[in-house]
Every structure is written in C-alpha cells, then in structure tokens.
C-alpha cells in the first residue's frame, strides 16, 4: 500500500522536493527512506529466486518492479531534487537522514537539559521497582493461597 502511495504521487513528491523552503521536506524524506526500506524487505521475500514464479507473488512483483522503474528515474533527475536519495540496492542506513533531525520525542529527551540520569540509570531504577512491586504482591499472593488452603484442609477434616 505504501509503495502504491508513492507510485501514485511520485510526481507531487517530486515538486515537493522542488521547492527550496518546504518545511515538509524531512517527513517526506522519512516517508521515502521507508518506502525504500519495505521494497528491499519484499523484493527479497517476493521477487528473489523462485517466490517470482510463484503465481501469488507476481502482483507483489509488479508493484515492486514499477516502484524500482519510478524510484531509479526519480533519483536520476539531477539537479531537479537537492537530496541524494540512496540508490535501491546500496546499503546506506535508512535511519538517518542527512539535514533532519531525529524523530520524536527520543529527539526531544536526548537534548532535554532537566532530565537527571542517564537513560541507564534511570531503567534500573524502573526495573528494581517493578521487581519491589511484583514480589510484594507474590508474597500477598502467597498468604492468601495459605489461609485459603487452611481453610479447605478445614472442611475436609470435618
């Protein structure tokens, strides 16, 4: 679906990747990174090998191999895109995206200045309290099982 998305507005992408001050261009970078990211997943699962014979996966094909066609003349444009968009069978990290910022709020608390701790230390803290939590409520856990097993062995004896 995504990569039927991008074939359907590789033209729009293309105009919005156009203008110099488009304050949309990061989220559409992020959208295309993916894209690129789901047609290697499934030229692999769909296309490689035998899977492209399979009747099944012929339609997957169709959709990869038109993206491929629409993507490498996409890329090709120089001078129309100011980005260099990585190439369908380069291994660039698809994570990170050059001029953008990282994505939410992990963004946000990496450079927060009030946060006290690092994040490790702030982990162990949670998980010695999950752990205070859980066995305090095992051990409540407990004693009602023994009452409640008293109380049976009770009923049995009479």
């Known amino acids: 679906m995504i990569l039927h998305i991008f074939i359907d507005n590789v033209d729009t992408f293309?105009?919005?990747?156009?203008?110099?001050n488009n304050p949309d261009v990061c989220s559409l970078k992020r959208y295309i990174y993916?894209?690129?990211g789901i047609y290697k997943d499934m030229n692999w699962e769909y296309c490689s090998g035998r899977n492209y014979t399979e009747?099944?996966?012929r339609k997957s094909c169709a959709i990869i191999n038109k993206f491929n066609e629409l993507y490498t003349s996409f890329i090709s444009n120089e001078g129309v895109i100011t980005h260099d968009f990585p190439t369908l069978s380069s291994s660039t990290s698809l994570f990170v995206l050059p001029g953008c910022p990282l994505?939410?709020?992990?963004?946000?608390?990496l450079f927060d200045e009030t946060q006290v701790g690092t994040p490790i230390t702030?982990?162990?803290s949670g998980a010695f309290g999950a752990m205070a939590g859980i066995s305090s409520i095992l051990a409540l856990l407990y004693k009602v099982f023994i009452i409640y097993i008293q109380i049976y062995e009770q009923y049995l004896i009479i």
Not at 14 to 20: A, D, F, P, R, T
């Open 14 to 20: 293309e105009s919005m990747l156009k203008k110099v």
């Open 122 to 124: 702030q982990g162990v």
């Open 55 to 57: 009747d099944e996966n």
């Open 34 to 36: 993916e894209c690129i």
């Open 103 to 109: 994505e939410g709020n992990y963004y946000d608390s």
